[in-house]
Every structure is written in structure tokens, then in C-alpha cells.
């Protein structure tokens, strides 16, 4: 079964950077979308960026796009979420998430803090 450990969380100050890992286990092939997610308390869980582990065709949410950049390591089974240019509205709990393409996400790693200090 696929497993994710998400780490890399921090507190920051506006305009800082941090790097989130999502290190997975159990995959069969390349054939996974990998996902980023945040959630704030009170609020609906969105997605930020993703990435086809097949291809490296990826995806951001408009918020994001020129700020954070998502990346593939297949040989270390790492997803990498590059945060640039940090905003306090970028504070949340960063989950990352497989699905199988084609598939609903359906294997979830647990969170990992990120906040940002104005």
C-alpha cells in the first residue's frame, strides 16, 4: 500500500522560503499523481500544485503560480514543494496526497505546519 510522510514545515517570515518533502513508499509504477494540499482550520482543504509522476506535467493553483514550484525525484520517491516568496496568507497545514492518474486521490500523508509571520 502507498504510504506519504510529508516533513519540511516551518515558521517563516513573509518573503522567506521553505522546501515541504512528501516521501512515499509502496508505489508499483510511475503511473501517480502526487498533490499538494493545504488546509486552514474552519476553512475547505484546496488544492495547491501537482505533479504526474509519469510525465512531470504539473499544476498550480492561480495564488501560487511564479511562487511555488513542485518537483518529482522518482529514483528517491520524493515530491518536493518549493515555497518562495512566502505570504501570510499562505499559512496552513500542507498535506501531500497519491492517486493512481486517472483516479481520485486516495492515500494521504499526515500534515505538515506551515506558517508565516507578517
Known amino acids: 500500500e502507498v504510504q506519504l510522510q510529508a516533513s519540511g514545515g516551518g515558521l517563516v517570515q513573509a518573503g522567506g522560503s521553505l522546501r515541504l518533502s512528501c516521501a512515499a513508499s509502496g508505489f508499483t509504477s510511475d503511473d501517480y499523481s502526487i498533490g499538494w494540499f493545504r488546509e486552514v482550520p474552519g476553512e475547505e482543504r484546496e488544492g495547491v500544485a501537482c505533479?504526474?509522476?509519469?510525465?512531470?506535467?504539473?499544476f498550480y493553483r492561480d495564488s501560487v503560480k511564479g511562487r511555488f514550484t513542485i518537483s518529482s525525484d522518482n529514483a528517491k520517491n520524493t515530491v518536493y514543494l518549493q515555497l518562495n516568496s512566502l505570504k501570510p496568507e499562505d499559512t496552513a497545514a500542507y498535506y501531500c496526497?497519491?492517486?493512481?492518474?486517472?483516479?481520485?486521490?486516495?492515500?494521504w500523508g499526515q500534515g505538515t505546519q506551515v506558517t508565516v509571520s507578517a
Open positions: 496526497a497519491a492517486a493512481p492518474i486517472g483516479y481520485e486521490y486516495k492515500y
Open positions: 505533479i504526474d509522476r509519469s510525465d512531470g506535467m504539473t
